[in-house]
């Protein structure tokens, strides 16, 4: 999210209000204040306690809408204290939104932590433009129905003005969950942005795919120094073929079933052994819950597995990078890789997919994607669309990729990129604004000034 939110609000200012990533006392004035100067806009923190913070974060957004978001509903933990606890900090949110922001300004909510924010603007006569972009997938009716509280946060998301998904499917999973839950529900579908009406109310629901900044990752991919570190981690790792896969722990991430591909692709195509190494990073992330760190505990298996049972000497299999990276260490992967091998069991978009084709500015690489990623409905003729949970064809597509031919390969990535040029972050903002009819704030990249707030409502 921060990927793409913050050269728009760089761009054009603003103020960016969230939670600050601990529940430890923030100083409001000297670090922020510093902060907000050196970006370009402005920051304002809201704080959890620590009591809040697994009820309200840990729990009700990541042990229940995460995983039930993604199709995985098997993993919800439905804890009514959690109901309570997300409650509590969207009317929190709404409060310092609309203690902190005009009457004319743009107040835009983002994702899954903060869907009740609007309601509770309402109920404090909050009239300012509302809108809401949710950067993960909605879910099919008969797996959002399982939510305890589905009614209560269909109706928290229809007292914005505007509401934007991801892709086709998951707007229209979001219609046809209103069609079925609430009364008196009325759907115009006759323009691109679908109007759902009820009484007293129009709520605007749109698709807008997220991007990148495609010429900054770009810029930064050709500098010298990056193209120079690429080429001596491609020679140290003694591998004719890298594949990459970048991720944060998430089991929604596919990394398992990844290193089980792999695996199987060793196992199958003899020829790739010495000759394709697999350089997987993981960043680490909500190490609070338990079944993150059964997750990392499973992929540490995984890779002592194969790199146990296949190195040979001057060849390791699996390199295995558990920490997070600078953008400058992002990039040397991105341009060592030959291939990219992104394949979530659900995802919103996925960036890295538009961040390794930014960044191969060589035009060389291919994209191993999956069919289940967001990205795929953009990106499904140029790269190598695959189900994750196949791990026999996607051993085939990590073949087919390490031996595919290059006027192939660049002929599939420079599509790719093209594609992506065409449609980067700048785009999606002003596709999102147009919908909602605030042109007054549409991005504009020319001299940098703030053109009223937006309240970035974000975790």
């Not at 994702?111 to 099919?140: G, T, W």
């Not at 390791?316 to 558990?322: E, Q």
């Not at 979530?344 to 960044?359: H, Q, R, S, V």
Request: net charge positive.
């Amino acid at each position: 999210m921060v990927t793409a939110l913050a050269p728009v609000l760089r761009d054009k200012g603003g103020l960016w209000i969230g939670w600050p990533g601990t529940t430890k006392a923030v100083d409001p004035i000297e670090p922020l204040a510093v902060a907000s100067k050196d970006i370009g806009y402005e920051l304002k923190p809201i704080p959890l306690t620590d009591r809040e913070f697994n009820q309200y974060y840990c729990g009700f957004s990541n042990e229940i809408l995460w995983p039930l978001f993604h199709d995985l509903q098997s993993r919800c933990n439905f804890d009514p204290a959690y109901w309570k606890a997300y409650q509590v900090v969207n009317r929190r949110f709404a409060q310092v939104l609309a203690s902190s922001t005009d009457r004319n300004d743009y107040i835009w909510v983002h994702d899954y932590h903060l869907q009740l924010v609007a309601k509770e603007l309402r109920r404090m006569q909050v009239k300012n433009k509302l809108a809401f972009f949710l950067h993960i997938p909605f879910p099919s009716p008969d797996i959002y129905f399982k939510l305890p509280w589905r009614l209560q946060l269909l109706e928290g998301l229809l007292a914005y003005d505007l509401v934007g998904f991801q892709t086709w499917r998951d707007r229209n999973n979001f219609i046809h969950c209103v069609e079925t839950l609430v009364r008196g529900v009325h759907v115009d579908h006759r323009v691109r942005v679908t109007t759902i009406k009820i009484p007293g109310r129009e709520i605007k629901v749109g698709s807008f795919p997220i991007s990148i900044d495609f010429k900054e990752y770009a810029r930064q991919a050709a500098d010298p120094e990056v193209t120079k570190e690429a080429k001596r981690v491609h020679h140290a790792m003694r591998s004719s073929h890298i594949i990459l896969g970048v991720d944060r722990l998430d089991y929604s991430k596919g990394i398992p079933e990844r290193l089980q591909a792999f695996k199987h692709a060793l196992e199958h195509y003899p020829g790739l052994r010495g000759k394709v190494s697999l350089v997987e990073v993981v960043s680490p992330s909500r190490e609070d819950i338990p079944e993150y760190g059964r997750l990392k505990a499973e992929i540490e298996r995984l890779v002592g597995e194969i790199n146990g049972r296949f190195t040979q000497p001057g060849w390791i299999p699996v390199h295995y990078v558990y920490r997070n990276l600078e953008r400058h260490e992002l990039l040397v992967y991105y341009r060592a890789a030959d291939v990219a091998l992104i394949t979530p069991l659900k995802d919103g978009m996925n960036l890295i997919a538009k961040e390794y084709c930014a960044a191969n500015v060589d035009d060389n690489g291919v994209l191993i994607l999956s069919e289940f990623a967001g990205a795929a409905s953009q990106m499904r003729r140029e790269a190598l669309l695959v189900n994750p949970y196949d791990v026999e064809s996607v051993a085939s597509a990590i073949h087919r990729a390490c031996t595919m031919g290059e006027a192939e390969r660049r002929s599939r990535m420079k599509r790719l990129r093209r594609s992506i040029a065409r449609r980067d972050v700048f785009r999606w903002v002003d596709s999102f604004l147009s919908a909602a009819d605030a042109q007054d704030v549409a991005l504009v990249k020319s001299p940098r000034k703030p053109v009223g707030k937006r309240g970035a409502g974000t975790l």
